[in-house]
T-cell receptor
Framework: DAGVTQSPTHLIKTRGQHVTLRCSPI?????VSWYQQVLGQGPQFIFQ???????GRGNFPDRFSARQFPNYSSELNVNALLLGDSALYLC???????????FGDGTRLSIL | GQQLNQSPQSMFIQEGEDVSMNCTSS?????WLWYKQDPGEGPVLLIA?????ELTSNGRLTAQFGITRKDSFLNISASIPSDVGIYFC?????????????FGKGTKLSVKP
């Protein structure tokens, strides 16, 4: 069975641009969460969606937004990119919102 | 952002050695998780713990959920070269209808030169 898949794997943007990252959860998983991981740190929680509704939001500015589609896939959008947004963006899925999460391999975002 | 206190930050292993690492928090968690991350990949779930005092094994890995629910421990017995990587503890903030993970900074396992 396919695990969590994310696209693209790598992305280079310049300051001020906008980016959309995509995630497909494990089949049957209804919850998708997004995390930001900078070098040398553990992942930081950005959003959780369950049954297409936002269930949790981390301490990130309003430039970050997300949504979940009827097939449970999800998009993370970041507007007005800053140099500090350079990071690995991880998507994780779980059967239910309060159950252990399984991660994809992430999208490496570089801001120039 | 909030992070758990994970130690040691790094350690060197020789094949066959046992390895121990731990994680502490000021908050209580109902679920503790341990992940391993290899370069260029996402974290892979190793062990999930659901009950205070619980001891769970996955092959050569054994993890424990602390009695206070504020800490957890991971042991690796008879280490092998493929154990090299970064190990993260994570507490699941369980709000009933939602659950986000709070991670430690990781313990980096490397091979002794």
């Amino acid at each position: 069975d396919a695990g969590v898949t994310q696209s693209p794997t790598h992305l280079i943007k310049t300051r001020g641009q906008h980016v959309t990252l995509r995630c497909s959860p494990i089949s049957g998983h209804k919850s998708v969460s997004w995390y930001q991981q900078v070098l040398g740190q553990g992942p930081q929680f950005i959003f959780q969606y369950y049954e297409k509704e936002e269930r949790g939001r981390g301490n990130f500015p309003d430039r970050f937004s997300a949504r979940q589609f009827p097939n449970y896939s999800s998009e993370l959008n970041v507007n007005a990119l800053l140099l500090g947004d350079s990071a690995l963006y991880l998507c994780a899925s779980s059967l239910q919102a309060n159950q252990p999460q399984h991660f994809g391999d992430g999208t490496r975002l570089s801001i120039l | 952002g909030q992070q758990l206190n994970q130690s040691p930050q790094s350690m060197f292993i020789q094949e066959g050695e046992d390895v121990s690492m731990n994680c502490t928090s000021s908050s209580i968690f109902n679920t503790w998780l341990w992940y391993k991350q290899d370069p260029g990949e996402g974290p892979v779930l190793l062990i999930a713990l659901y009950k205070a005092g619980e001891l769970t094994s996955n092959g050569r890995l054994t993890a424990q959920f602390g009695i206070t629910r504020k800490d957890s421990f991971l042991n690796i017995s008879a280490s092998i070269p493929s154990d090299v990587g970064i190990y993260f503890c994570a507490g699941l903030m369980d709000g009933g209808s939602q659950g986000n993970l709070i991670f430690g900074k990781g313990t980096k396992l490397s091979v002794k030169p």
